[in-house]
């Protein structure tokens, strides 16, 4: 029985979170939905600032879970500006909290409504959210041979002449780094060794299309390009071999006690137009995040494990930017679950805004 209840409170650490994250989703969903019909006689703009606004809302209240709920420590290294920026933030990739953790440094520059993603395909079709995230400005991306250049292209070409501000993650490994599928680790290795590149450890191999295509389109509209290297305590065997990086579940469990991130901001200038040279330079990147993580996991001095060089900041995220995006979706949803018209609603936008999300994608890009 006591195991029971150990196990059912180590449940309820992310069914409460995922609850309140999920649950939120179609009152957020009609709220950007009556902007979005509102707005259709005003200029542009208008639309993108309150689409933001919401945005901004929304992962402010995901952010109160992954950081004033769960209570892990964000360690940043590095030059992180104060003040927004439009930028391109190349990261590796290794789990599924990355994508939070773009979230984490953009609203400490209060940018969390400028955050677009690079995604790969299959993403689109997630109920509300694969079709809002294209809404919002997200890019879906297909790898090597299916990569549609011109249609990325053409995307981020709207994205700029409507001066939408920009924030775009991409994750040029193009997959996770996991340890416990090293054929993809031997595969990127192996692949490197035959291009004549340095073989990487603790990341894979990165692909340039997308961060050429990205760079190359919005060159002349971007202030820089964050180069971001992220680290997870606690994913060293006692045997110090590295293991996979926790999940959502996971790190809502409160089973990551400290995230480090580094932060290295590059300035256009210093970055090769052309995609061969560009390649090249991203990999020497990708070296740079390597060595990194080589002195984080495997330092012979245990004294610097665990840790990046240089200085650091502990920075904590007050409530005052998370609780009050939490009380108003959750106030609002309780507030329609209370009526039966409002129940009736609420089901019907994940029927049909999941049915009408499927079929957008499926014939927009």
């Known amino acids: 029985m006591l195991l029971s209840l150990v196990l059912h409170t180590y449940s309820m650490r992310y069914v409460l979170p995922a609850a309140v994250m999920m649950g939120t989703a179609p009152t957020y969903v009609l709220a950007w939905g009556a902007w979005r019909l509102l707005s259709a006689v ?3 703009r208008f639309y993108r600032e309150v689409d933001d606004r919401l945005y901004t809302i929304y992962q402010s209240m995901v952010l109160f879970f992954f950081e004033n709920y769960t209570g892990v420590q964000v360690i940043i290294y590095g030059d992180l500006p104060k003040n927004k920026e439009n930028v391109i933030y190349l990261s590796n990739h290794q789990c599924t909290v990355d994508w939070i953790i773009a979230d984490m440094l953009a609203i400490r520059q209060n940018a969390l ?3 677009r993603y690079v995604l790969k395909d299959g993403l ?3 109920p509300l959210y694969g079709w809002y995230f294209s809404q919002h400005g997200g890019v879906y991306v297909k790898r090597s041979a299916k990569f549609n250049e011109k249609e ?5 070409r709207a994205q700029v002449k409507a001066e939408t ?15 416990e599928i090293p054929k993809v680790i031997a595969d990127s290795q192996s692949f490197a060794e035959k291009e004549g590149l340095a073989i990487l450890k603790h990341v894979l191999t990165p692909r340039v299309k997308a961060t050429h295509v990205a760079i190359d389109t919005m060159k002349d509209y971007l202030d820089a390009v964050y180069d971001v290297t992220v680290a997870y305590e606690g994913t060293v065997d006692h045997k110090g071999q590295r ?5 959502m579940t996971e790190f809502l469990c409160k089973e990551c006690p400290r995230v480090h991130v580094f932060i290295d901001r590059i300035e256009l200038k210093d970055i090769p137009e052309e995609q061969m040279y560009m390649r090249r330079w991203l990999h020497e990147r990708f070296e740079i995040k390597d060595k990194l993580l080589i002195e984080f996991y495997d330092a012979k001095d245990s004294k610097r494990r665990n840790k990046f ?3 650091s900041v502990h920075s904590k995220l007050s409530l005052k930017k998370t609780l009050p995006s939490l009380l108003f979706l959750g106030g609002l949803t309780a507030s329609m679950l ?3 018209s409002g129940r009736k609603l609420y089901v019907k936008t994940w029927i049909y805004g999941t049915l009408i999300g499927c079929l957008w994608v499926s014939i927009k890009p």
């Not at 990325?152 to 981020?156: A, N, P, S, T």
């Not at 501000?165 to 340890?179: A, H, K, Q, S, W």
């Open 243 to 247: 293991k996979l990086a926790p999940s």
């Open 113 to 115: 409504g400028h955050v």
């Open 124 to 126: 689109k079709w997630l």
């Open 165 to 179: 501000p920009m924030y775009l993650v991409i994750f040029p490994e193009g997959t996770r780094y996991n340890p």
């Open 338 to 340: 209370l009526t039966e």
């Open 152 to 156: 990325m292209r053409d995307k981020l």
């Open 309 to 311: 060089p240089g200085k």
């Open 42 to 44: 005003l200029p542009a």
